[in-house]
């Protein structure tokens, strides 16, 4: 007998199907995508928790002319399977292959890219409103979680979607809420209530009655109110102006089916709660969701990992943060480490039970983040704030405003700067060091390695205002660390191979951060000088005018945007010093570098050694 997965390439088809046969078809969907992902890595935990309701979406709206907009993304791997790519998940975040997150290039059914949190509100809401301008009947359905839901950009706009009266759901995604088989069984008949056309029309009808008679009006609209509060937690939502359903199961597809149903005939902003579980229906999953959320290659079976190589023993530049994190904690009582949600990602786990008090997740606000740090540190404390490259881009105008212009002493520890690999570019720190070192009053350094992260990181607590150290995702050279911590000279670079002519010219890497490995790689071969910069601001200029007296050519080397980058500085600074000789300037192109394999991706911007001396070799000639 042939699966029912394996005849549904578009929702068309899912569309054909009983629903008596929507178990069944979760059943295999769920068995293909753990079975899938296993082999490629990706997201899983979040994936396997809404297979129920992306089947329930696509049965019950006509996508993709009703618009589904998933928050986040990295819970669309069912959605993709669905609508047209499931042979396409073989090649899932590998170069030429399928994204891990929604992408309006990808298919007509990704309405809307994302990677980043608490946008789908805001976007679903446009798409209503031009539906509306547009005289069309089309469904926009914003699916979010829990987690993206503390954002207040998912406020924001819930505030403004309440007052504009278009066709607009909103559908949370609730995993971190448990309910019991029998408040579940009293919540799904609720809902399937609070959602008929009959329920509403009746208050519709009850409102316009009771309209001409003030008093009763507002009496009647508290006993709603009291009523539904005792029942469901839906008044927050019902003040911004929504209909509020739920909670329901979101792994029970016949009310799923009948409850989407009914709300597609309202009109009007509608809010439906849903509950579901992170890692439905593979038990490691369950039992450990946080792991799960993002994974290499593991056994369907049993979860395992499957090992990655040689490269899985060193330690990652999150592993040293988290080190050097707790070690710093025990020596300077006032350290406190702040992170928006991203505490296993950026290694503050360790930190965080050993400190519970020193701890402090405010959620998916980036922006809160960082104007909270600058309040403590205000008052004397010293905070570390742990944050991806990608997310700090959502913080700009705090740190300016709030951190830098006030001089405040809070430490930025930049993970996952430069390429991402499999992530893509929703996730790449391309542009860091382009957007901090135009910020008075900030130090910004780059580790060549996991020992001078170490140091680095330290070198940034001691000093007194806003430092930023950036490092890359993963391993590094493997370099020995040093338990002992020793502040680095702030704005000095390190001259690390002096040379001899090149065709007849003298040349002088700059290596800024995780290119200093290339750049001594690509040395040995064109017998170059190197130059471990360290310091992107303040910048080495007097380095830079002893290299200039004894060079002819300077190449700088950064894993970063080349517009306003590191290169850029260098060319500022001999402009400042009057200093004029070729400046060959290598980094990241002015593009969204698509995802794939780190190694490959660099390659193919010429940030390999083998990149390196074909472009000093193109520049000489």
């Known amino acids: 007998m042939t699966p029912l997965l394996d005849t549904i390439d578009l929702p068309q088809q899912l569309r054909l199907l009983e629903r008596k046969q929507l178990p069944q078809l979760a059943q295999e969907l769920r068995a293909f995508l753990i079975d899938s992902v296993s082999k490629t890595g990706g997201h899983l935990a979040s994936n396997l928790g809404v297979v129920e309701l992306t089947i329930a979406l696509h049965y019950v709206f006509n996508t993709p002319d009703d618009r589904l907009v998933w928050d986040v993304g990295h819970q669309t791997y069912p959605h993709k399977i669905l609508t047209g790519r499931r042979q396409k998940m073989q090649a899932l975040r590998k170069a030429q292959g399928i994204a891990g997150f929604p992408r309006r290039c990808e298919s007509e059914y990704d309405t809307f890219g994302t990677g980043h949190s608490s946008t789908s509100i805001s976007a679903a809401l446009g798409m209503a409103v031009a539906a509306q301008k547009s005289g069309l009947e089309r469904r926009a359905v914003a699916i979010i979680g829990d987690g993206a839901m503390t954002a207040g950009m998912a406020f924001e706009a819930l505030n403004n979607a309440g007052d504009m009266n278009a066709n607009l759901l909103v559908i949370l995604n609730d995993n971190d809420m448990s309910i019991s088989n029998n408040v579940g069984a009293l919540n799904n008949y609720l809902t399937k209530l609070l959602s008929s056309r009959f329920y509403n029309t009746v208050r519709s009808s009850g409102k316009k009655v009771l309209s001409v008679m003030p008093p009763m009006m507002e009496f009647a609209k508290r006993a709603e109110e009291h009523v539904k509060g005792m029942v469901m937690p839906g008044t927050l939502f019902e003040e911004f102006g929504f209909n509020y359903i739920g909670p329901i199961d979101g792994h029970d597809l016949d009310t799923l089916v009948e409850t989407l149903r009914n709300i597609k005939q309202l009109k009007g902003p509608q809010f439906l709660h849903i509950v579901t579980q992170k890692g439905k229906g593979f038990e490691p999953a369950e039992d450990n969701p946080n792991r799960f959320h993002g994974v290499g290659k593991f056994d369907p079976y049993n979860g395992d990992a499957i090992a990655g190589g040689a490269l899985a023993a060193k330690k990652t530049y999150t592993q040293v943060f988290s080190d050097w994190l707790v070690d710093m904690a025990a020596i300077d009582q006032r350290l406190v480490a702040v992170t928006p949600a991203m505490c296993d990602g950026s290694g503050l ?198 290299l200039a007296n004894s060079h002819d050519l300077f190449v700088t080397i950064e894993e970063n945007a080349l517009m306003g980058g590191a290169g850029a500085a260098v060319l500022e600074a001999m402009q400042a010093l009057n200093i004029h000789m070729p400046v060959l300037c290598l980094g990241l192109p002015d593009q969204f570098i698509e995802h794939g394999n780190h190694e490959t991706m660099l390659a193919e911007c010429g940030l390999d050694a083998s990149g390196i001396i074909k472009a000093i070799e193109q520049k000489l000639t």
Do not use: W
């Open 349 to 546: 786990n360790a930190f965080a039970e050993a400190y519970p008090d020193r701890y402090f997740d405010v959620g998916i606000a980036e922006q809160h983040a960082l104007t909270f740090s600058a309040g403590l540190a205000c008052d004397g404390l010293k905070p570390v704030v742990a944050i991806y490259s990608t997310f700090l881009q959502r913080a700009y105008d705090q740190l300016i405003h709030d951190i830098a212009l006030q001089k405040l002493p809070v430490l930025l520890a930049i993970d996952r700067a430069g390429l991402v690999g499999a992530d893509g570019p929703t996730h790449a720190g391309s542009f860091d060091l382009s957007y901090l070192r135009c910020i008075p009053n900030t130090v910004v350094m780059a580790p060549s390695d996991e020992n001078e992260c170490r140091q680095m990181l330290y070198t940034g607590f001691m000093h007194n205002g806003l430092a930023a150290v950036r490092y890359p995702r993963g391993s590094g050279s493997g370099a020995v660390i040093q338990s002992k911590m020793q502040a680095i000279e702030i704005g000095k670079a390190q001259l690390l191979r002096t040379t001899q002519e090149v065709a007849g010219k003298r040349v002088a890497l700059l290596a800024f951060g995780s290119m200093l490995a290339p750049a001594l790689q690509a040395s040995e071969s064109i017998n170059a000088s190197v130059v471990n910069m360290r310091f992107i601001k303040p910048l080495d200029t007097a380095m830079i005018a002893e």
